[in-house]
């Protein structure tokens, strides 16, 4: 999928000349967008953390009676937490164009495979990580972007409600 052609949504040019109706607009269409780019990229590094946790597993000195499924919890639960302010969901279900981002994950490491990480030898384990890594920048660096031009629309709209616009006319 084109992330670029995905986050290419019609933000007026000339924000403070714009209506409200397009702002609106444009913020709600680019929240759609980052709601399916975080289902994406929350796909994506469950699949890196889960093969992180093989990799990590193979690399420690002595036999080990752990397995992945023993480490996944905490493989997991770390850096759920990421900087800066965090976003309320407007939207739990994804937007149907995610299957297309879930289909190229499973061309990096499906599900099956991702199942049998115990097996496979260290050079796939590194094409796969490799792989993961370099989706998870791409998706990671849209969504970057989509927040960027939401701030941008939402800076609009709150100098608009300073400068006496209702707290109607903001709200969708």
Known sequence: MDLDALIDVDVPQDLPAASMEDLRRARNELQEVENGLSYARRMIQGRLDTVAA?????SSD?????SVVDRLPAALAAGTRSAGLPRPPQDLEPPEWVDSLVAELDAVVGPVELGRLSELDAD?????????????????SARREVHARIDRLQEQLVERYRAGASVDDLLP
């Open 62 to 66: 002595g036999p080990s009676d752990d």
């Open 124 to 140: 796939r384990l590194r094409v796969i990580t490799d792989g993961l890594a370099a989706f998870e920048q791409s998706v990671s």
């Open 54 to 58: 093989e990799v990590e597993l193979r």
